[in-house]
């Protein structure tokens, strides 16, 4: 499949969503295989498919996709190993999809380096639009890394390097997906103010819909497994909130 490459005018890829994008499902159910297809290329994205584990490695390797949608549950080995494999070979953004609404997944599959899920069924709607703000997310962590902010963010013994986008906690270096590293920024940015998960799901994914707060929950939990738990508070029935040293 082939299609010409929309350039501007200083040969960069035009701004045009989703155009030349490219976007490996990784599914088992020729329904949904065809369903998301059908959808994400009429949003202008090029599209392969997989339908194992073996299938989904050997195809990443080759064609290098701009992002993974990527079932849990698959012939061969999970949807998780494939994660793993795939991110070992390049950084790549991952959208998880899970037919069951286990929380304990959801973090197994955050802590192997995806970067959203969604739990079976959803709408298509849904699915494109987070397509379109997990590679919105890549082009800005690649702006900033070209103009990056002077100095290194310390609150105790908690360090945010935004040129490199790393973070240490007590001189050791903490390994955050591109979506942590996000919602811990966002967090510094207004140390122990309180963010409502609406706020934050704004602001991180570009989501208005309510219905993915659970989204900035689980991420929660696992930045907080990464970090330290005490790092981050909880104020129930409103949101999150960075805790720092007291002056």
């Avoid at 995806?114 to 702006?143: G, Q």
């Avoid at 929950?217 to 508070?233: F, P, Q, V, Y």
């Amino acid at each position: 499949m082939e299609q010409t490459t929309q350039t501007s005018h200083n040969g960069t890829a035009a701004a045009t969503p989703g155009a030349q994008r490219r976007v490996l499902v990784v599914e088992d159910d020729p329904t949904i295989v065809e369903a998301i297809s059908a959808r994400l290329r009429a949003e202008g994205f090029l599209v392969q498919t997989a339908g194992d584990g073996p299938a989904a490695v050997d195809t990443a390797e080759a064609w290098q996709p701009d992002l993974l949608i990527l079932d849990v549950m698959l012939p061969g080995f999970d949807g998780l190993e494939v994660c793993r494999r795939v991110q070992a070979q390049r950084p790549v953004p991952v959208l998880m999809l899970t037919a069951r609404d286990d929380e304990t997944d959801m973090l197994v599959g955050l802590g192997v380096g995806a970067d959203d899920y969604m739990t079976k069924p959803f709408s298509m709607r849904e699915l494109a639009a987070r397509v379109h703000v997990l590679l919105r997310r890549v082009e800005r962590a690649a702006l900033a890394a070209t103009t990056p902010r002077s100095g290194i963010l310390r609150l105790g013994e908690l360090e945010i390097d935004h040129a490199q986008r790393r973070v240490r906690v007590r001189s050791e270096d903490v390994h955050l997906t591109p979506t942590e590293f996000d919602l811990l920024v966002c967090l510094a940015n207004t140390p122990r103010a309180v963010l409502s998960r609406e706020q934050l799901l704004a602001e991180v994914w570009d989501w208005a819909d309510a219905s993915g707060t659970r989204t900035v929950d689980s991420h929660i939990k696992a930045l907080r497994r990464k970090i330290g738990a005490e790092r981050i508070r909880t104020v129930h029935g409103v949101g999150y909130a960075l805790e720092t040293p007291t002056p």
